[in-house]
């Protein structure tokens, strides 16, 4: 998958989580720009394992390590 | 030994969304949602685990006029927050209660799959010691262990106190437990404070210490419990089953520790299940620890939803991290 098609994936999952309609970029930082929650947030993370058939190591906070930052978010589901 | 009766308590005091969302922030509509929690009890600053528990016991004895407390030889409470670190609950309530001194009292300390391992201990232990009549209580007031500036724990748990009567004239057979426990992932539910390993301090005078002020209150790594949980429980439900000889499609209703709406809709979709036989029940109450299934259980019981023969699978996991799983059998 290349970029486009994991942002385009990425809306997807997170408009069935926050029931609005969202436009992603590679520099939506959904945390800072208060796109989501933080329940909202785990709940997404959550829904992306699933749909990219990916898992995020558990011992690592997502937040603090930047993973709400769709450009580090989309470099770790394309490696 | 059968399960005889039920009763429940909660403590007086209703948290509400909107309370929640001023002490942390989550919406109201997100919990509500997300969770499928839309308030919870906590008990008062002066109230405590026993004083829940007890009124548990006198709200049996008032659905029960047959209920003859001096005939119960077995008293186990299930709880992680006792009143004192020590002694157990259990022997403060063989007092509150004015029970006769020949009873067998102590406390499981397990949370959220503690009352699945209860029936089974005091299965084997009324086999073992003869035992006629036996009473479960839960109580695990976490209210009194989270941070409400906390988003990961704070909506989620509420107050309960239930009492489970056993005796061999019940109408809920219990059946053969499944039981596991992942050690390595325990730092996932903790309280790190308060054991013998990092003790509270004792005096007013600062000493320096390691961790931090969060350290006295729950810690949870809300993606790793749900990644314990997706993973292990249908293998239990699995293995459950076939200890049993009993099939999935012969159960009546599915009954799982209500840690929260979400996880348990994936849960039904992983294992396939109807919608309509997994028991959802803490819209009103919230997250109650080991108290949450045998709620959940008096709901269905209140609602005339355990008629004739019905087969329920119960199924909890949480605190250890620990699971367990059981059928009872229940013939109304």
């Not at chain 2, 209703?14 to 906590?42: M, Q, Y």
């Not at chain 2, 730092?187 to 301090?201: F, K, S, T, V």
């Not at chain 2, 790594?221 to 009993?246: D, H, Q, W, Y």
């Amino acid at each position: 998958m290349n970029e486009t098609e994991i942002l385009a994936r990425l809306s997807s999952v997170l408009e069935n989580v926050v029931k609005k309609p969202v436009s992603l970029t590679l520099d939506t930082d959904l945390i800072g720009e208060s796109i989501i929650d933080s329940l909202d947030g785990m709940v997404f993370m959550l829904e992306v394992e699933q749909a990219f058939g990916k898992s995020f190591p558990e011992e690592i906070n997502l937040v603090t390590e930047g993973y709400y930052r769709m450009r580090t978010l989309v470099d770790y589901l394309n490696q | 030994m059968k399960i005889k009766a039920i009763s429940v308590a909660f403590p007086k005091r209703v948290v509400d969304n909107g309370t929640i969302e001023k002490w942390c922030g989550l919406p109201a509509h997100t919990v509500a949602e997300k969770l499928g929690i839309r308030s919870r009890r906590f008990l008062d600053e002066n109230e405590t685990g026993t004083d829940l528990s007890e009124q548990a016991v006198l709200n049996l004895q008032k659905e029960n006029p047959d209920f003859d407390l001096s005939k119960i030889k077995l008293l186990m409470v299930v709880t992680q927050n006792p009143d004192f670190k020590l002694p157990h609950n259990s022997a403060l309530l063989q007092a509150r209660l004015g029970m006769p001194m020949d009873v067998a009292c102590f406390d499981v300390s397990l949370g959220c799959s503690g009352y699945v391992y209860s029936l089974s201990i005091a299965k084997g232990f009324m086999k073992e010691a003869k035992v006629d009549e036996a009473l479960i209580l839960t109580c695990d007031p976490y209210s009194k262990c989270i941070r409400k500036e906390n988003r990961e724990v704070a909506a989620l748990f509420g107050d309960a106190a239930t009492a489970t009567w056993l005796n061999p004239r019940g109408f809920g057979e219990i059946g053969l437990g499944d039981f596991g426990t992942d050690g390595l992932g325990a730092q996932n539910l903790m309280i790190r404070e308060g054991g013998a390993a990092n003790p509270y301090r004792r005096t007013e005078v600062a000493i320096p210490k390691e961790g931090n002020e969060n350290d006295s209150y729950l810690h949870m790594n809300g993606r790793a419990i749900f990644n314990f949980m997706m993973n292990r429980i249908p293998a239990s439900v699995a293995t459950c089953l076939e200890k049993n000889n009993v099939s999935q499609e012969e159960i009546d209703l599915f009954v799982f520790h209500q840690a929260s709406k979400y996880l348990l809709e994936n849960l039904q979709s992983k294992l396939g299940l109807p919608k309509e036989k997994v028991v959802l029940s803490m819209e009103h109450s919230g997250n109650t620890v080991s108290s949450s299934i045998p709620c959940a259980l008096k709901e269905l019981i209140d609602e005339k939803k355990i008629s004739g023969r019905t087969k329920i699978l119960l199924s909890g996991f949480g605190v250890g991290l620990s699971w367990a799983s059981n059928i009872v059998h229940f013939n109304k």
